[in-house]
């Protein structure tokens, strides 16, 4: 196997469980695919950022804002350090996060 699709298929497997309403079997898959990310590409890598996203808009899915706010300003700082403040990216993570404080 590739490791770098397992980070992929378990964000699929996160959607794919949370469609099917279960919830416990979701987190598990995407807390995985960040750890995998975590593990292989490093904390400060675009595609981590990017699985960090992935569990805030589920956390927020659930309605659990403060979960979604730590793994949505995790994922900001990630972009902040590798992309700057002027990227497009950066602010969209900056409008994804006051969602969650909404």
Known sequence: KA????????CKQLLYY?????NEEAMKHGQ?????RQMLLGENHEDTAWSYFN????????GNKEEAMK?????????????????KDTA???????VYYS
């Open 3 to 10: 490791p770098w699709r397992e980070p992929q298929r378990h």
């Open 18 to 22: 949370s469609a099917l309403g279960n």
């Open 32 to 36: 995985k695919g960040l750890q995998i």
């Open 55 to 62: 569990l805030a808009v589920y956390y927020s899915a659930l």
């Open 71 to 87: 793994h949505g300003q995790k994922g900001l700082q990630i972009r902040q350090k590798l992309l700057g403040e002027n990227h």
């Open 92 to 98: 969209n993570s900056y409008s994804n996060l006051a």
